[in-house]
């Protein structure tokens, strides 16, 4: 008689699990708590692993696993101030850091002073 109990809670849960999943069709956003860091003026001009030259003055990120062309808003707790970075390269290589930021877009959020800050990802993976 427990297993039978056991048996069905478990499949009323997965199920009532699939039904929520497929229930909203939009795609799966994401947000994260992270380090960030960003470029050092010595890689301007040089190729990112997606084959752009890296520009400090646009909004660009790099990124370890989500997909070249990802937009991701990253804000500031510290301020509240966000800004939305498109991945183009590959990065960075600390396991602690999470994102590398362009020279322009950490301006923008105010964490350039600091060099590591504490910033809010959000993305969707569609």
Known sequence: MKYVLLLSFCFLFLQGKAQNSDASNEPDSVKKSVLATYYHRKFEGRRTTSGAKYRAKKLT????????????????????????????????????LAIDL???????????????ARVKLSYSLE
């Open 61 to 96: 990120a790099a990124h370890r696993t989500l997909p070249f062309g990802t937009m991701i808003t990253v804000t500031n707790p510290d301020n509240g101030k966000s800004v939305e970075v498109k991945v183009n390269d590959r990065g960075p290589f600390s396991k602690k």
């Open 102 to 116: 362009s020279e322009s877009a950490a301006k923008q959020i105010g964490i350039y002073s600091k060099g590591i």
